[in-house]
C-alpha cells in the first residue's frame, strides 16, 4: 500500500524557517518524481515545488522560489522541503504527492500545517 | 504560468447527472486530471489520462475533453459525492510542472 507521510509543520515566526519531511512507504521511491503542494485555509490548491527521481530537475512556484528548497534522499525515502525566511501567505496545509508518469499525482499525503505568525 | 479556470459552485440533485468544468489553454495540448477533496481530507484522484479512474473509484465519475476545456462528470450523483473538485494538468508554457484550477464546490441537493 502506498504510504505518504508528512510531518515537520508547526508554529513559527515570520522570518522563520521550518523543514517539511514526507516519508514514503509502499512504492520504489526512487522512481518517481515528488512534489509538495500546499492548500491555505479556505483556498485552492497551489503547486509548490517538483523534484525529478534522481534530483536532476527541481522547479519551484514563482511565489517560494529564492525561499524554498525540495530535496529528496532516496535512501531514506524521504522528501524534504526547506523553508526560509517564512511569510504570513505562507501559512497552509503541505501537502506531498506523488507524480504519476507526468500524467497526474495519484497519491497524496495527509498534510502538515504550517502557521506563519507572530 | 498557464491557468486553470472552473466554476467555483456547481448543485445537482440527488441521482441526477453534474458536469464540472475547467478551461484553460494547457489542456489543448494535456489531459486534465481530476481530484476531490472532502473537508479536513487530502485531495484524492478520481480521473487521469483520457478518461481513467484510479482503482476504488466509482464508474458514475467520468472524464472528457475538447479544446481548451476538460470536463468532470458525475452520472447519478450521490450524498457522498458532496466535495471540492480541483482539475490540474502539465504546465504547457513550460515554466513549471504543474497547474491546479481554483476549485468547484459541488453540492448534492
Known amino acids: 500500500e502506498v504510504q505518504l507521510v508528512e510531518s515537520g509543520g508547526g508554529l513559527v515566526k515570520p522570518g522563520g524557517s521550518l523543514r517539511l519531511s514526507c516519508a514514503a512507504s509502499?512504492?520504489?521511491?526512487?522512481?518517481?518524481?515528488m512534489n509538495w503542494v500546499r492548500q491555505a485555509p479556505g483556498k485552492g490548491l497551489e503547486w509548490v515545488s517538483s523534484i525529478s527521481s534522481s534530483s536532476s530537475y527541481i522547479y519551484y512556484a514563482d511565489s517560494v522560489k529564492g525561499r524554498f528548497t525540495i530535496s529528496r534522499d532516496n535512501a531514506k525515502n524521504s522528501l524534504y522541503l526547506q523553508m526560509n525566511s517564512l511569510r504570513a501567505e505562507d501559512t497552509a496545509v503541505y501537502y506531498c504527492?506523488?507524480?504519476?508518469?507526468?500524467?497526474?499525482?495519484?497519491?497524496w499525503g495527509q498534510g502538515t500545517l504550517v502557521t506563519v505568525s507572530s | 504560468s498557464s491557468e486553470l479556470t472552473q466554476d467555483p459552485a456547481v448543485s445537482v440533485a440527488l441521482g441526477q447527472t453534474v458536469r464540472i468544468t475547467c478551461q484553460g489553454d494547457?489542456?489543448?495540448?494535456?489531459?486534465a486530471s481530476w481530484y476531490q477533496q472532502k473537508p479536513g481530507q487530502a485531495p484524492v484522484l478520481v480521473i487521469y489520462?483520457?478518461?481513467n479512474r484510479p482503482s476504488g473509484i466509482p464508474d458514475r465519475f467520468s472524464g472528457s475533453s475538447s479544446g481548451n476545456t476538460a470536463s468532470l462528470t458525475i452520472t447519478g450523483a450521490q450524498a457522498e459525492d458532496e466535495a471540492d473538485y480541483y482539475c490540474n494538468s502539465r504546465d504547457s508554457s513550460g515554466n513549471h510542472p504543474w497547474v491546479f484550477g481554483g476549485g468547484t464546490k459541488l453540492t448534492v441537493l
Open positions: 509502499g512504492f520504489t521511491f526512487s522512481s518517481y518524481s
Open positions: 504527492a506523488r507524480d504519476r508518469l507526468g500524467e497526474s499525482l495519484d497519491y
Open positions: 494547457s489542456l489543448r495540448s494535456y489531459y
Open positions: 489520462g483520457k478518461n
